[in-house]
């Protein structure tokens, strides 16, 4: 057998589709991914990914297009990942409650020419070609079995109408399933991971393999990880969390990944006692109702060893409560963002007790430092902004070169988060800059006064925000949910916030809602917040 130069050279590249190569050649008879009924060994799933690897390069495809992803988690979501990856293109995954205006901008600031999405969600895309939006995008495939979502009304026209299902492309034995030979590059772009908007349209950072490589191994060692750790993928994969924290490491390892098509609390319970789950990443917005649901009472969680969160703020409080109720768990704080690929620091369990606010350390693939507004080097204590250096850094910003000269100073990424650091080089978030309140010309930190205010059990969620206000320039105000059943009164809440903390930091205004907005990452919208009451 003649071994060509192309491939030499893909096996030595530092590149996803060489990443998977190398796993499977180690693991190939191992399981890699559990979805629903069906189980895929690292064999079978490297076949699958080259099959599509094929089908998408007899696409008409140049080299370098963007190829758009709309759907739930799924093993077919999986494969079309490693195949962009393999096949020289730009995967661009597509949060799956967009639609309308949302979805449009995306496909079009991406310059997206082929959309893959799940049969439920292909007339939303429909609608949005129907208004002459996102034009570029000249095939749409699904993911699964064709068909229109259930209960349409038919108004919109299904634009994958006769094409086969990537995943029935993923299971033909017929179709070929050779390595493609293509000159792909460490610093070629693998995915644009657009930012979630909470504050401006979205971006898309740029991530090349060697970015994202990069993160995967220096995350493997914060957090941690073996290829013993049975771990569960339940938080979206078009969310940088989820995919590159947690499944792509994991599959990196040859470890068993079981995936959940989008985070249900009583099923994950059911699933961590039924499948043994050791490892479990959750948002806050999922281990908030995790902490309360009554399922917790019934379940066996025995075998679950780590438990990762990130992606928003932890409420300290809920975070106390869980792990003084699960002792034997290790609980990992993963705090970053999508221009890093994300994860940055990680507090690890045994730093917990002395650091429970703290996000910890950074990666050893991360070197990070706070920046005073005055642009001093902050010293132990004092806030400043995180400012980041690393190979694991996004390129830029897709087609915004003025958001990308922004966001750097002297080759450092201004992260927009406020954070202290001390002597020991612990990290500790205090706000977005943008959220930080000005009341009466004295900064006031949301995080410090939410924190305190969920110390009070009728409280289910809280955000605090700054609201125009004559006197005090931006008034402290606390939105609260409270737990089903639950009484409160905003008297109550200004009253335990002044036992606890200064008294300027107390809330002005305390409204109670049934839930916050959010984006559909779970972000809290504190801008919406703000807009409805002022």
Known sequence: MTTTDATIAQAGANTLGALLARTASRNAQNTALRFEDREWTYAELERAVHRVAHRLRGAGLADGARVAAYGLNSDAYVILFLACATAGYVHVPVNFALKGDEL???????????LVADPALLPRVGEVRDQGRAAGVGQVWPFLEEGQAEGHDGGARHPASGTTALLSTALDDSAPDAALELPVGDEDLAQLLYTSGTTSAPKGAMMSHRALIAEYGATIVALDMTEEDRPLVCMPLYHSAAMHVFLMPYLSLGA????????????????????????????????????????????????????????????VTVLQRLRERYPRIGFYNCFGQSEMAPLCTVLRPEEHHARPASCGRPLLSVQLRVVTAEGALAGPGEPGEVQYRSPQLMSGYWNKPEATEEAFVDGWFKSGDQATRDEQGYLQIVDRIKDVINSGGVLVAPREVEDCIYELDQVAEVAVVGLPDERWIEAVTAVVVLREGAELTAESVRAHVKSRIADFKAPKRVDFVAELPRNQSGKLLKRQLRAERS
Request: aromatic share 6%; net charge negative.
């Open 104 to 114: 449009a901008y995306l496909l079009e600031d991406s310059g997206a020419e082929l």
């Open 256 to 315: 068993t990944i079981r995936l959940l098509a989008k985070p249900d609390v009583p099923e994950t319970l059911r699933l961590v006692e039924a499948e043994h789950i050791g490892s479990l990443f959750l948002a806050p917005t999922v281990w908030v109702p995790l902490s309360n649901h009554p399922d917790l009472d019934t379940r066996d969680l025995s075998s679950l060893a780590k438990a990762q969160y990130g992606a928003s703020i932890m409420p």
